[in-house]
C-alpha cells in the first residue's frame, strides 16, 4: 500500500534520512524501530507532508487502485486519501473536548451516518472516552489522551493508520492494552505502520519491521526474526555493543 | 598585534569622525546640518532600544516616554534663570535660581529618565510580550499625561520653547560615539550574554541561575538612561519640548528601526535609523510639490514589508558583520 | 450625582464598550489561530465607517443592504491583510508580524488621506434612528439601542460559530497546535483565511457603528479605537473571545466612568487613568483575566 523509495531528508540543515526504503503492504502492521534521533518521526512527518523530502519518492496505493505519490501532495489531500496519522506526544487539543477531538478528526467527511457510526464504534473500543465525552481533552490522563488521538485518527477512516511512539510516558499496563487494541483494529482491516522506541512490544505486535540507525534503514524483516537478532540491540545503542 | 590594530583602526574612524564635524558644522548649510544632528539622535535612539528590546528581547514601547523625561529635566536645568521666574513658577526655590550648562544637565537627564525606569520596570517587568508592550505603552501614555498637567513645573500642553540651541554635531557625534561603545561592550561581554540568554529561552537562562528580572530591568535602565539623554538632545535642536514631542508613533518609529535592522544587531539599528530619518526627509519636498501628502510614509511601509518578506529576522538578523566583532568572539 | 446620571453614564460606557468588543474579537481571534497581532485591523473599522459613508448618504442605500455591503467589505479588506501581511511572515518572530502589519496599517491611512483627504467628514444616520427614547431616567437614541443590540446579535453569532460549527471546531483546533490540525485534514490556510474575514467583518461594523455615534471621521480614525481594542483584547487575556468581550466591555465603561463619576479637574487624567487600571489588572492577572499561559509558537 505504502511504498517509500530512498527518501532523503533534512530538517534545517540537518541531514536526518540519508535514504531510506520501506514498504507496507495491505492489512500488515509494520514496526519501525530505533533509538532516539533516528529520524523515525521524520519519516512519519514526511509521509503525512508536514515535511518535504530532499529527494525520493513516496508511492501510495489508493481503494480505487491507482497509485499517488505523496510526496506531491498537500497534506489535507493525504488526510483525504486515508492516511490518518496520530501524532508524537499524542497531540490532543487540550482546550476541545474529547467530543469535539473526535469531530476534528471526522473534519473531511461529509457522510452524517458514518460518522454516527464511527463514533459508536471508537467509543466501542474505548469506553472510557464516552464517559468523558464532555470533559476538555486537556484533562484526560495520559493513557486516556493516547486513546483519543487513536480514536481520532479513526474517526477519519484510515485504510493506513500512522502511529508515532503510541507508547510514549505511559504505564505498562496502559500501553499493553493499547497494543491489543491496535491489534483489534488491525483485524478489521485497518493497515498500521507503527513507530516505537519500545521494540520488544512493537516487534510483539507488527508482521513485519525495520530498524532505523542515524538516518538509514539497518535491518528489515519479519519481527520474529527481528527480535532474536542480535543486531536489533545494536541499533538501540547506536553502534555500541554489549 | 591584531587586537591592537583593530583598536587602532576606531581611535582612527573616530578621529576622522571628529574632522568630518568640523568640516560639516563649517560647509553644510543649516537645514542638512539639522537633518544629520537628527540622524545622530534616532542613532542613538535605535541602538539603545536595541539593549532593551533586541539584546534582551523585551517588547517595549516606553521608550519615548523616558525621552520626555530626559528632555524636560535637561530642558529645565538648562533654562534661563529669569525666564524661569515667569514661565515654571512652580519649580522649588533651589532649582528656580540655577541654570546648569549643557553636559551636566543632559547627564541629569539621563539620570532621571533611568531613575523613571527603575520605578516602572519594578511592577512592570513582570509581565512577557504583548502584555509587556501594553503596560509599556501604559506608561508612555501616563507619562504624557503627567507632563500635561503638571503645568506649573512643565507649562503643561504649551510646553517650553526658546529653549537654548544648544545642540549640534560636537555634541551628538560624541554621544553617538559613547552609545556604541557602551552597546558594543555590552553585546561581547558575558552580561551581553546573559541578555541573549534571557532572550533565546528565560526558563533555561533561569535554570542557569540567571536572575531574570534583575538581567531585564538593567535592559530597561540602560537604554533608558541614552534615551533620556537623546531627549536632551533632541529638546536642545528643536528649541522647543511639549508632551506631545514624544509620541506613540516616535515609539513604532524606532521599534520599527530595530526590527528591520535586525533586532539584537547594533550595525542593523544604526544602518536603519539612518536609512529610515534620511528616507523619510527625502520625500518631504517631492510630497510638498506635489501636494500628496503620505505618500513617504506609503513608501517607507513598503519598504519595510519588502525587507521584512525576505529576512524576516531584519537586515542584520541578530548578528554583527564580521568586521566589527572583536576578535575573540 | 443621581442614580439616573450613574445609569447614563453605565448605557453610554456599555455602548462603546460594545464597539471595542466587537473590534477586540478579531484581535484575539487573530492572535489565538497565528500568534501574531493585526495592527491593521483598527483600520478595517475605518474603512467599515467610511463604506457606511459613501453608500448610505452618498448613494442613498438602503440601511440593511448598507449594512450587509460593510460586513462584506470587512471580511474582504480583511482577507487581503492577511494574503499581504500575514501569509509570507508565517513562522517568523512576532514582533515581525507586529511589524509588517504596522506598515499595512501606515499604508491604509495614507492611501486614505491620498484619495479622500485627511479633512473630517460629516456623517448622519437615517432619520429613524436618531430618535430620542426615553426610559426611565435614562435617554439616549435609537442608535446606540440598535449598536448595542446588534452587537450583542453578532457577539452571539460568531459564539455559535466558534463552537458549534465544523469551521469552529477547525479554527479552534488551528489555534492550539497547528501541524496536529494539518493531520486532521484541516486547510489551514483556508481556516487562517475564515477567521481574518470574521474578525474584519466584525470590525467594519464597528466602524459603521462609531461613524452612526460620533459623527465625525476622517482616514486616521481606525489608530485609536484600534489601540484600545487591542488594550481591551490584552486585558481579557490575548486568544480569548469571552476574554476579548469582557476587556471590551470593561474598557468602555472604564473609559465612560472614570470621567463621569469623578470630579472634573481630573477629567483630564481620564487616560492615564485607564490605563493605571490596566496595569493594575495585568499585574494581579499577568496573562489578562481569562487568558491561558502564552505558549511560544516557532
Not at chain 1, 61 to 90: F, N, W
Not at chain 1, 225 to 231: P, Q, S
Not at chain 2, 140 to 152: D, G, K, P, R
Amino acid at each position: 500500500m505504502l511504498r517509500i523509495e530512498n527518501l532523503e531528508v533534512y530538517r534545517g540543515r540537518t541531514y536526518v534520512l540519508k535514504g531510506i526504503s520501506l514498504e507496507v503492504g495491505r492489512g500488515e502492521i509494520v514496526a519501525l524501530i530505533g533509538a532516539n534521533g533516528a529520524g523515525k518521526t521524520t519519516t512519519l512527518k514526511t509521509i503525512s507532508a508536514l515535511l518535504h523530502p530532499h529527494r525520493g519518492r513516496i508511492a501510495y496505493r489508493t481503494e480505487t487502485d491507482q497509485e499517488l505519490a505523496l510526496d506531491r501532495l498537500p497534506a489535507e489531500e493525504i488526510v483525504r486519501q486515508g492516511v490518518s496519522h496520530c501524532p508524537e506526544g499524542r497531540g490532543v487539543f487540550a482546550g476541545l473536548t474529547v467530543r469535539e477531538n473526535l469531530v476534528a478528526g471526522a473534519y473531511l467527511r461529509r457522510d452524517k451516518p458514518g460518522i454516527r457510526e464511527d463514533f459508536q464504534r471508537v467509543y466501542e473500543l474505548f469506553p472510557i472516552l464516552e464517559q468523558r465525552a464532555s470533559q476538555t481533552a486537556g484533562s484526560l490522563s495520559g493513557g486516556e489522551q493516547a486513546m483519543l488521538a487513536i480514536g481520532r485518527a479513526l474517526m477519519a477512516r484510515p485504510r493506513l493508520l500512522i502511529l508515532d511512539e503510541p507508547s510514549l510516558g505511559l504505564a505498562p499496563l496502559i500501553v499493553a492494552r493499547i497494543f491489543a487494541l491496535l491489534a483489534e483494529i488491525n483485524a478489521r482491516g485497518v493497515t498500521i505502520l507503527l513507530v516505537e522506541q519500545n521494540a520488544i512490544m512493537a516487534l510483539d505486535l507488527s508482521h513485519r519491521a525495520y530498524v532505523l540507525e542515524t538516518g538509514r534503514v539497518t535491518l528489515s524483516g519479519a519481527s520474529s526474526a527481528i527480535a532474536c537478532d542480535e543486531a536489533v540491540r545494536r541499533a538501540y545503542l547506536g553502534g555500541q555493543s554489549r | 598585534m591584531r587586537i591592537q590594530r583593530k583598536t587602532l583602526l576606531v581611535v582612527v574612524l573616530i578621529l576622522a569622525g571628529l574632522g568630518g564635524v568640523a568640516v560639516a558644522q563649517r560647509s553644510l548649510n543649516d537645514y542638512v546640518l539639522s537633518l544629520v544632528n537628527f540622524v545622530g539622535i534616532y542613532i542613538i535612539l535605535a541602538v539603545s532600544l536595541n539593549i532593551t528590546n533586541g539584546f534582551t528581547g523585551l517588547f517595549s514601547l516606553g521608550h519615548p516616554a523616558f525621552m520626555a523625561i530626559g528632555g524636560y529635566t535637561t530642558a529645565i536645568l538648562t533654562f534661563p534663570v529669569q525666564r524661569k521666574a515667569y514661565f515654571l513658577a512652580g519649580l522649588p526655590e533651589w532649582l528656580a535660581r540655577t541654570e546648569v550648562p549643557f553636559l551636566p544637565s543632559l547627564l541629569v537627564g539621563g539620570v532621571m529618565a533611568s531613575l523613571a525606569a527603575l520605578i516602572v520596570g519594578v511592577p512592570v517587568l513582570r509581565l512577557r510580550g504583548h502584555y509587556l508592550a501594553v503596560a509599556t505603552l501604559g506608561v508612555l501614555i501616563i507619562v504624557q499625561v503627567l507632563i500635561t498637567n503638571l503645568e506649573s513645573v512643565t507649562r503643561g500642553p504649551l510646553g517650553l520653547n526658546g529653549l537654548p540651541a544648544l545642540t549640534d554635531l560636537w555634541w551628538v557625534f560624541p554621544w553617538v560615539v559613547v552609545t556604541l561603545f557602551v552597546s558594543w561592550k555590552i553585546k561581547f561581554s558575558s552580561f551581553g550574554r546573559t541578555m541573549l540568554s534571557v532572550r533565546e529561552d528565560d526558563l533555561a537562562a533561569e535554570c542557569c541561575g540567571v536572575n531574570l528580572f534583575r538581567t531585564r530591568l538593567a535592559a530597561l535602565v540602560i537604554g533608558a538612561f541614552f534615551a533620556g539623554v537623546a531627549g536632551g538632545l533632541w529638546a536642545h535642536l528643536v528649541t522647543a519640548i511639549t508632551p506631545k514631542s514624544f509620541s506613540l508613533v516616535l515609539a513604532f518609529t524606532i521599534v520599527v528601526m530595530v526590527v528591520v535592522g535586525g533586532a539584537g544587531s547594533i550595525t542593523g539599528s544604526v544602518v536603519a535609523a539612518v536609512v529610515f530619518s534620511v528616507l523619510t526627509e527625502f520625500f518631504r519636498p517631492m510630497e510638498e510639490r506635489l501636494n500628496i501628502y503620505g505618500l513617504g510614509e506609503i513608501f517607507m511601509a513598503l519598504v519595510m514589508i519588502f525587507i521584512l518578506i525576505y529576512r524576516p529576522m531584519g537586515i542584520f538578523g541578530p548578528r554583527e558583520p564580521r568586521l566589527l566583532k572583536p576578535d575573540d568572539a | 450625582m443621581t442614580g439616573g446620571y450613574i445609569t447614563q453614564q453605565i448605557v453610554n460606557g456599555l455602548i462603546l464598550g460594545s464597539m471595542y468588543a466587537l473590534v477586540a474579537i478579531g484581535f484575539t481571534m487573530i492572535y489565538g489561530i497565528i500568534r501574531l497581532i493585526n495592527f491593521a485591523h483598527g483600520d478595517v473599522v475605518m474603512i467599515g465607517a467610511f463604506v457606511t459613508l459613501g453608500l448610505l448618504q452618498i448613494l442613498g442605500w438602503p440601511f440593511w443592504l448598507v449594512s450587509l455591503c460593510v460586513l462584506a467589505a470587512g471580511a474582504f479588506v480583511g482577507l487581503c491583510i492577511e494574503r499581504t501581511a500575514f501569509r509570507p511572515m508565517r513562522g517568523a518572530p512576532q514582533v515581525t508580524g507586529f511589524i509588517t502589519s504596522l506598515a499595512v496599517s501606515i499604508m491604509i491611512q495614507n492611501l486614505g488621506i491620498v484619495f479622500v483627504s485627511a479633512q473630517p467628514r460629516n456623517f448622519t444616520f437615517p432619520g429613524f434612528l436618531q430618535q430620542l427614547l426615553r426610559v426611565g431616567p435614562v435617554s439616549f437614541r435609537a442608535v446606540d439601542l440598535v449598536i448595542m443590540a446588534t452587537a450583542l446579535v453578532l457577539m452571539a453569532a460568531l459564539i455559535l460559530l466558534v463552537r458549534k460549527t465544523r469551521l469552529g471546531v477547525g479554527m479552534r483546533a488551528t489555534a492550539e497546535n497547528l501541524d496536529v490540525a494539518r493531520l486532521m485534514g484541516i486547510n489551514i490556510n483556508r481556516t487562517i483565511m475564515a477567521t481574518f474575514a470574521v474578525g474584519g467583518a466584525l470590525a467594519a461594523v464597528a466602524g459603521l457603528m462609531w461613524g452612526g455615534k460620533f459623527g465625525q471621521i476622517d482616514p486616521l480614525l481606525g489608530f485609536v479605537p484600534g489601540l484600545k481594542s487591542f488594550v481591551a483584547a490584552v486585558i481579557g487575556g490575548v486568544g480569548s473571545i469571552p476574554g476579548a468581550i469582557c476587556g471590551g466591555y470593561i474598557l468602555g465603561l472604564a473609559e465612560v466612568l472614570f470621567v463621569g463619576l469623578l470630579p472634573p479637574i481630573y477629567s483630564a487624567f481620564r487616560d492615564a487613568f485607564v490605563f493605571g487600571t490596566l496595569i493594575l489588572i495585568l499585574l494581579v492577572l499577568p496573562n489578562g483575566l481569562l487568558g491561558k499561559r502564552m505558549e511560544d509558537r516557532a
